[in-house]
């Protein structure tokens, strides 16, 4: 599992509060961001939650506009208390984070609750994994399968993924190979390379699904070629042993070579041993 902290969120735009919109483009488009603060702020005087969050992101830092994160936090809050959701999530990373403001993870946790319980997927994921890992909160694996679950039916890929490698080991639910199966697959499609290297393996491995190493080594390719390290160490051991793909060693080593610069430590062991 991975993937637990997300990128602040680009500036976004509500249809239904789309009166103030016409403008901000408008000054967008002029690189004026001054103006589209100026435009948010009116906005967000007059309750448009949308325009408090784009103050938020605004004041992480754009062109034009002098950052201040205690601005951004202010304006965060005012949009999550509006129950805009991407704000609670935003402020959430903040909280866990602890860089801009004293680190508090239980307000990180409501925080987060309050975003997925609006169908936020990425909140619900990394409340999920929070449940998961245990470092920050008690480990809890069934209600880290609850969250992934939300998580995935809010069309959150990675959150998808998670819930598949829970299936897969048993962590939380009953180890179930075919729910794995059809997660990593739904994930895959979706676009996580994890999750189409964890599919190679269980075809690789016959978990879920019959053994297949000839798919095994296309879907450990997708995920490689996507920098997912593990996919390019199992694909250069499909090369080595000639299973799916014809033997190799000369593709094996440049493999274990990019999953070695890619960090993953295995693969630098695997090149020495192979050289």
Do not use: W
Not at 8 to 15: E, H, K, N, R, S
Not at 50 to 78: E, F, H, P, Q
Not at 80 to 92: E, H, I, K, W
Not at 228 to 236: E, K, Q, V
Request: charge should be positive.
């Amino acid at each position: 599992m991975k993937k637990t902290i997300f990128a602040i969120v680009i500036l976004v735009t509500i249809v239904a509060q789309a009166g103030y919109i016409k403008e901000s483009v408008a000054a967008h488009k002029k690189g004026d961001n001054k103006k589209v603060a100026s435009i948010y702020q009116e906005a967000c005087r007059d309750g448009k939650t949308s325009a408090c969050y784009n103050l938020g992101v605004l004041y992480m830092g754009t062109k034009g506009i002098k950052k201040d994160t205690n601005r951004s936090v202010k304006y965060y809050s005012m949009a999550c208390d509006g129950n805009f959701s991407a704000a609670c999530y935003n402020l959430a990373l903040i909280y866990l984070a602890g860089t801009i403001v004293e680190k508090d993870v239980k307000k990180s946790v409501l925080l987060y609750d309050q975003a997925c319980s609006a169908d936020h997927g990425a909140a619900c994921n990394n409340l999920g994994m929070l449940y998961a890992k245990g470092e920050d909160i008690p480990k809890d694996q069934k209600k880290a399968v609850s969250y992934f679950k939300k998580s995935c039916n809010s069309f959150d890929n990675v959150g998808c993924s998670n819930l598949a490698y829970k299936y897969q080991h048993g962590e939380g639910t009953a180890q179930s190979y075919q729910q794995a199966f059809a997660f990593y697959k739904k994930s895959c499609d979706g676009g996580v390379p994890m999750a189409c290297g964890n599919l190679g393996y269980l075809y690789e491995n016959a978990q879920g699904v019959k053994k297949n190493p000839k798919k095994a080594a296309e879907l450990y390719k997708i995920a490689c070629d996507r920098n997912y390290a593990r996919g390019c160490n199992n694909l250069a051991i499909l090369y080595i042993k000639g299973s799916g793909v014809k033997k190799d060693s000369k593709k094996s080593k440049e493999l274990f070579g990019k999953t070695c610069k890619l960090g993953l430590k295995v693969g630098c062991e695997n090149l020495k041993l192979l050289k």
